[in-house]
């Protein structure tokens, strides 16, 4: 079974940062595309960063461009989310996601169905 745990959520104030991380067990190593997701209250759960296996090149949310670096070591199956220069809209629940079917509950970014999901952890960030 694929398991996702993140770490590092917290509060901050706007202009701070934060490091998010995610470790991930169940499958082979690198053998599965990771993202990151996002949702805020009374929103829709949107895709905010995903490093492909097959290109290992990061693509973003338009709204976290510059700001916000996603990395991940293949042979440990972390990922690590880096946000800087955090703004009030960037509060959140954030939620480490492993690329599988296109099942209930899954949602699409960056050319991938991502059906696997961490619990999420708490960003919270004051203006």
């Known amino acids: 079974q694929v398991q996702l745990v993140e770490s590092g959520g917290g509060s901050v104030q706007a202009g701070g940062s934060l490091r998010l991380s995610c470790s991930a067990s169940?499958?082979?190593?690198?053998?599965?595309?990771m993202g990151w997701f996002r949702q805020a209250p009374g929103k829709e759960r949107e895709g905010v960063a995903v490093?492909?296996?097959?290109?290992?090149?990061?693509v973003y949310v338009d709204s976290v461009k510059g700001r916000f670096t996603i990395s991940r070591d293949s042979a440990e199956n972390t990922v690590a989310l880096q946000m800087n220069s955090l703004k009030p809209e960037d509060t959140a629940v954030y939620y480490c996601a492993a690329a599988g079917a296109r099942s209930y509950g899954a949602h699409f970014f960056a050319g991938y169905w991502f059906d696997y999901w961490g619990q999420g952890t708490q960003v919270t960030v004051s203006s």
């Open positions: 169940g499958f082979t190593r690198g053998t599965r595309s």
């Open positions: 490093i492909p296996t097959v290109t290992g090149i990061p």
